[in-house]
Each structure stands twice: as structure tokens, then as C-alpha cells.
């Protein structure tokens, strides 16, 4: 059975003028936690994937597969560039080197020639009023992690609401006339799944981060994503629990730095 491996980054979604749509960002080749937002976020109608699919995490392929089937949108990070050998490992600590190497040579042919394919953002759903990027929407690689990196994207946005990943930080910021503000979702616990909601108003511009599914750096070591309701004009962020010890064991086997099964207990 041939695959179509063609991307298509301006998508006319018609019908889900209004819709949910779930926004992940930052899988890394974690399974485990791929499945478990997978199943929390039903019922969804689209999904929006803002890149680094593979790297660090012991199950590309497997990670691979289920975007190719079922994301709408997918825009390439950092790793994804360098595990399909678009660019080298040279900027990438010794860890994330060794993780890259090892996930190059492990991707099939056809996982490879997709994740070269991925468009760069900003990839825009048209009709929709939103962007998705993977850094910031001037730059594929700019980390956003303070008021100060925001202030540009914010002014220069071409809609209301951009998302973004890159950083493993759940959050983001918003502006509304002169009025700037962090945005940090408020969850009560650590373990359970949890979610926190924040309306959209109008004449209002945000930055939204749904955090990462395979490796969250703000000390929750739950996967997270963000459910984008168009209709009710609101961000919903969710953090779930997954199948930790099975993630860290691929890692492991793979023969994959220890330290990256270490660093998802922590969240950091």
C-alpha cells in the first residue's frame, strides 16, 4: 500500500469554522504519554501538532505513525529537522546528540521522508483566526520564555491567537491594548488529571503554550495539551498522567542516555 507523504501547511477546514481542536507540541518519542492525551482529549475534531515529534524518547516510530494518521496540522521543531537529517546534532548537547543519532538510524525510510516534509511555520488553518508555529512565529528556533521574547511575536502576529512549543512550559502570555500578562495555568495537584480553563476575549492577542507531552520541563511530569474551543472562545490546558515507568523502560532498552528517563520523573 502506497503512502501519501505530501504536506499541505494552508488548510481550508470549512466545516470546523467552529470546532475543538486539540494542540499538542513537543512528543519527543513518547508513546506512552502520546496515547494517554490522546485518550483525555476526546472528544476533539481537529489536531494541531507544533513539531518535535521524535527525539530524546525511545518510540519514533510508533510517535511517527499515529501523527501521520491522525493530525491535520504539523509543524517541524528542532529535533524533527535534525533526527531526519535536514540539519546536524553540532548545536545539540552530548545527550540530545546521542538521542538524535540513535533516532535517525532507527526512523523507516518512510518516517524519515515524512518528517522532512513537514512545513516550517507559521502554518495558518485558515478561516480560523489562529497560528501555529513551533518556536515563535519570526522564528522557528526563538525560545519564548519571557514578557521580553513575547513582546515582538505579539505585535507582529498575523491573527489573535498564535500556538507555540518549544519551550516544555505550559502557559504563555497575553496582550490587550497596553495591558501584557503571563499566563500559568493553576493546577491543584501532581498525579491526577487535571484542567484549567481561560476565556478568550475579544480584542485580546495570545501566545498560547500547551506545554509537552513527552517531556514537560516545569516540574509536572504529567503530559500536557491545550484544547482550543473556537466556539466558547476559550483555552482549556490539561495535564494527564501516563504510563511513566513503560516511557523511561524504552528509553532504557534503547540503550539511550539514563538521564532522559531520569528527567521525566522530574519534569525538568
Known amino acids: 500500500m502506497s503512502i501519501d507523504l505530501r504536506i499541505v501547511p494552508y488548510v481550508v477546514w470549512g466545516q470546523f469554522d467552529c470546532m475543538r481542536a486539540l494542540v499538542i507540541s513537543d512528543i519527543h518519542g513518547n508513546l506512552e504519554a502520546l496515547n494517554a492525551v490522546l485518550a483525555a482529549a476526546e472528544p476533539y475534531d481537529v489536531l494541531w501538532n507544533l513539531g518535535d515529534v521524535v527525539g530524546y524518547g525511545g ?47 532507527e526512523l523507516t525510510e518512510e518516517n524519515l521522508a515524512w518528517l ?28 519564548i520564555l519571557s514578557m521580553r521574547d513575547a513582546w515582538a511575536p505579539l505585535q507582529q502576529a498575523a491573527t489573535t491567537i498564535t500556538f507555540f512549543g518549544h519551550t516544555h512550559l505550559q502557559g504563555g502570555f497575553s496582550q490587550k491594548g497596553h495591558e501584557w500578562h503571563e499566563i500559568r495555568a493553576q493546577f491543584r495537584t501532581r498525579n491526577a488529571a487535571e484542567s484549567w480553563k481561560m476565556l478568550i476575549p475579544e480584542g485580546t492577542r495570545h501566545l498560547i503554550n500547551p506545554g509537552s507531552v513527552g517531556q514537560p520541563r516545569d516540574s509536572d511530569w504529567r503530559a500536557a495539551f491545550v484544547i482550543y474551543d473556537s466556539e466558547a472562545r476559550e483555552i482549556i490546558y490539561h495535564r494527564v498522567p501516563y504510563d511513566l515507568t513503560a516511557a523511561q523502560g ?7 542516555p539514563e538521564r532522559l528517563a531520569a528527567r521525566l520523573r522530574e519534569g525538568r
Open 116 to 143: 522532512k516534509a513537514m512545513p516550517q511555520g507559521p502554518v495558518v488553518p485558515e478561516q480560523l483566526g489562529v497560528t501555529c508555529v513551533h518556536g515563535s512565529p519570526l522564528n522557528e528556533d526563538q525560545y
Open 250 to 256: 524504552r528509553i532504557l532498552m534503547a540503550g539511550l
Open 59 to 105: 518510540s519514533p516510530n510508533e510517535v511517527v505513525a499515529l501523527m501521520r494518521a491522525k493530525a491535520q496540522v504539523n509543524v517541524r521543531g528542532n529535533h524533527d529537522r535534525v533526527c531526519c537529517g535536514l540539519t546536524s546534532a553540532v548545536g545539540f548537547n552530548p545527550v540530545a546528540r546521542a538521542a538524535a543519532e540513535w533516532t535517525k538510524a
